[in-house]
């Protein structure tokens, strides 16, 4: 089955389910505040090599102790529900980085 966008209604419902998250434009968004440089460029690999399983790939910029992620389904040029599975998958590895 083809990915479909998210209706804005769907799209807030899964939003309710991940704190933190939010829209920013067409896309939903996230920022991370970790302890140290190394800190955010270990979750950065961490994110990487979920993006690779999921063979989804979102906008991810590193700060200095800092990452935000943005993620929209370029393809259906919406937000879907892989959107939503990438941002799930990075929440689970995120308390392991010590990401705030």
Known sequence: MPLQPLSQKEIEDRLAELPGWSMDGDRIARSYRLDS??????????????????????????????????????????????????????????PGHGAG
């Open 37 to 94: 440089h190394f800190a955010a460029t270990a979750m950065v690999v961490h994110i990487a090599q979920v993006q690779e399983e999921l063979d989804h790939h979102s906008d991810l910029t590193l700060g200095y102790n800092t990452i935000a992620l943005t993620v929209n389904t370029h393809t259906v040029g919406g937000i879907t529900e892989r959107d939503f599975e990438l941002a799930r998958r990075v929440e689970e590895l995120a």
